[in-house]
């Protein structure tokens, strides 16, 4: 079988849209103030921090830079030559690997600024958000990317208001998958700021425990 059942593509996006909010806040709550999966915010960062002699967070947010671009590429490799259901296979088993060795990295980390473990951690979920950013594409479906969701919000806006200029009160399916991924990379986000807030050790297994999920969805036959 090359392409993968629909409603598994549905329940891959959502999940790793919950990874990607979650490694975004713990990044930035506990990394250095960086985003590893938001690329275009963590550039803007890069800038910030560069222009205010912040050495320890530029390098941070550089590295998760550099990580993400390598971790696309990565998945650019993988997925070469494979039917979808293969592709995302390999694409999220790696990117499980990758996030296990994230959370084994994590115990003995500081979580401070500049420490060469917290840097190893930012590098690891740069990269494997990277990848995810590959699997967005093998997913292919209403133009969901699993990470960065500002494209998505766009034409969530777009739905709705040329729905009500229309007068046609349906929500198109395009824009109900829209909303769900979108939801989803928030309520990521939020579970991860609370285990931040409580101190809950959590934390780390968030984003590689929706992975995870997301991973065994594709060793499902219809």
């Given at each position: ?51 205010r ?100 919000l ?9 729905m009500?200029?229309?007068?046609k009160f ?53």
């Amino acid at each position: 079988m090359t392409d993968a059942p629909v409603a598994a593509l549905e329940g891959i996006l959502c999940l790793t849209a919950f990874a990607a909010g979650a490694v975004d806040i713990i990044a930035f709550a506990k990394l250095g103030g960086i985003l590893a999966s938001a690329m275009t915010g963590n550039l803007a960062f890069l800038a910030f921090y560069i222009s205010r002699f912040s050495v320890a967070s530029a390098v941070g947010s550089a590295i998760a830079l550099v990580g993400f671009v390598f971790g696309g590429a990565a998945g650019t490799v993988l997925g070469r030559g494979r039917g979808q259901c293969e592709a995302l296979r390999a694409l999220l088993a790696v990117e499980v690997m990758l996030l296990a060795g994230a959370v084994a990295v994590w115990a003995p980390t500081h979580h401070r600024n500049g420490s060469l473990s917290g840097d190893a951690v930012i590098l690891l979920l740069a990269f494997s958000m990277g990848l995810q950013s590959i699997v967005g594409k093998r997913v292919n479906l209403s133009n969901i990317p699993t990470i960065v969701f500002t494209s998505t919000l766009t034409n969530i806006v777009i739905a709705f208001t040329d729905m009500l200029a229309s007068r046609k009160f349906a929500v198109p399916l395009d824009t109900r998958r829209q909303c769900v991924s979108f939801s989803l990379y928030f309520l990521g986000a939020l579970a991860a700021g609370i285990a931040v807030f409580f101190q809950l050790g959590v934390l780390i297994f968030l984003p590689f425990l929706a992975v995870s999920l997301a991973f065994a969805m594709t060793l499902r036959r219809v």
